[in-house]
T-cell receptor, first 114, second 114 residues
Framework: NAGVMQNPRHLVRRRGQEARLRCSPM?????VYWYRQLPEEGLKFMVY????????ESGMPKERFSAEFPKEGPSILRIQQVVRGDSAAYFC????????????FGPGTRLTVL | DAKTTQPTSMDCAEGRAANLPCNHS???????VYWYRQIHSQGPQYIIH???NNETNEMASLIITEDRKSSTLILPHATLRDTAVYYC???????????????FGKGTLLTVNP
């Protein structure tokens, strides 16, 4: 019974490149959440998605960041034209239903922008 | 969601019980207390949650005071692998609002010593 999977685990990009982070939720889970953890800080909510729908993206930076969760395949967090300040650990979580289920987290993707 | 206050760090001897406190004096009647932990370089792991009754599972026990203004997470026999940052989070369960957002503070760094 696989947990939440994220890939890649480590990603290095140069300033101006694009970063694509993938998240496969636990089997049977249709709710996905992305969080970002900057160095020495706690996790901060970014976006909540259900299949083919963005429910809440209030934690996403207004520019360069986008997320999707297509009908088939993993959820994708996309960061265009990365800057050094985007360097962080990005965690995906999934839940069985909406608000009243605990969220199970993946191992994270550590993005380093050179 | 109500704000929580936790000590920055704690130490515990291996094999002894670890008692991690959390203050949540502004908690509302419909807010649950959740505990997660994050072992170094891994994603957060759900531990336990409760509303007002004490709860126990295979990982830990949660003791919530009668006035619900504080709680204690108890790891009955701490091991070296329990060394992690422990987060106390208060959130509303059930549908409605944005209660799916987990708000992580700085947490408590628990160090289990041999």
């Amino acid at each position: 019974n696989a947990g939440v999977m994220q890939n890649p685990r480590h990603l290095v990009r140069r300033r101006g490149q694009e970063a694509r982070l993938r998240c496969s939720p636990m089997k049977g889970h249709s709710h996905v959440y992305w969080y970002r953890q900057l160095p020495e800080e706690g996790l901060k909510f970014m976006v909540y998605l259900q299949k083919e729908n963005i429910i809440d993206e209030s934690g996403m930076p207004k520019e360069r960041f986008s997320a999707e969760f297509p009908k088939e395949g993993p959820s994708i967090l996309r960061i265009q034209q990365v800057v050094r300040g985007d360097s962080a650990a990005y965690f995906c979580a999934s839940s069985l239903s909406g608000s009243n289920n605990e969220q199970f987290f993946g191992p994270g993707t550590r993005l380093t922008v050179l | 969601d109500a704000k929580t206050t936790q000590p920055t760090s704690m130490d515990c001897a291996e094999g002894r019980a670890a008692n991690l406190p959390c203050n949540h004096s502004t908690i509302s009647g419909n807010e649950y207390v959740y505990w997660y932990r994050q072992i170094h370089s891994q994603g957060p792991q759900y531990i336990i949650h409760g509303l007002k009754n004490n709860e126990t599972n295979e990982m830990a026990s949660l003791i919530i005071t009668e006035d619900r203004k504080s709680s204690t997470l108890i790891l009955p026999h701490a091991t070296l692998r329990d060394t992690a940052v422990y987060y106390c989070i208060v959130r509303v369960d059930g549908s409605g609002g944005s209660n799916y957002k987990l708000t992580f503070g700085k947490g408590t760094l628990l160090t289990v010593n041999p």
